[in-house]
């Protein structure tokens, strides 16, 4: 499945869908491993909503790995890195929550998590069990496939990784309503915007991009 949203996302930005789909799919194998040991990461490393502090500075390691730019702190914790060769085009902006939840992990895997965080006052167990990790590495690995074809996307893609999806904690600000309060979806204004559940269903807006992009929708 990962393949799947991997190649219809990166098909939705080039040019010459046929030979493009070829080397998309070259680029995604290329990168699989790579994408689940990312995932594994984020899994192991989860921390609670405005607390992304790891997780944050991860994912601008790998956006700076993949060549691009990240603008950190935004909305506290989240990150947002622009892919822009200069064409002209519609700005389309791709969208991953990174926050785990209170919640303590039973799976006996290599990757499970042992975090904790405090939760209203309290030292609780963190686990990604809202599969945040997975769209987090997906993101990444769609930033790197579309920046190794960036010759051939016309406008610009904005990656966005918001925090707090899962709403922040009591007496703060945080979550999507905090980025857009930032500015995430001007300079460039986004023209529309994609993210997924863990589900893999595709969720779009575009003229409702602007109202609708608000915490704790999935
Ligand atoms: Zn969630």
Request: aromatic letters at 8%; proline letters at 6%.
């Amino acid at each position: 499945m990962r393949i799947v949203f991997l190649l219809l996302i990166s098909s939705l930005f080039v040019t010459h869908a046929q030979t493009s789909d070829v080397l998309i799919k070259d680029l995604i194998a290329k990168n699989l491993s790579e994408t689940i040991e990312l995932r594994h990461w984020f899994h192991q490393n989860a921390e609670l909503s405005n607390r992304e502090f790891k997780t944050s500075e991860r994912i601008a390691k790998e956006l700076k790995k993949i060549g691009l730019n990240p603008i950190t702190g935004i909305a506290k914790t989240g990150v947002v890195a622009i892919l822009n060769e200069g064409k002209p085009g519609p700005v389309v902006a791709l969208r991953a929550d990174i926050d785990g939840l209170p919640v303590k992990e039973r799976a006996d895997l290599p990757w499970a998590s042992k975090m904790t965080g405090v939760y209203n006052g309290e030292k609780v167990p963190v686990m990604h069990a809202c599969g945040h990790d997975t769209h987090t590495a997906i993101l990444l690995a769609t930033a790197k496939v579309l920046y190794n074809i960036k010759d051939q996307i016309p406008g610009q893609v904005k990656f966005i990784f918001q925090p707090a999806e899962e709403g922040p904690p009591p007496g703060e600000e945080g979550g999507a309503e905090l980025m857009v309060k930032e500015g995430v979806l001007t300079n460039p204004d986004v023209d529309a915007i994609f993210w997924i559940t863990y589900q893999f269903k595709i969720n779009r807006w575009s003229s409702f991009a602007k109202t609708r992009f608000n915490h704790g929708s999935s």
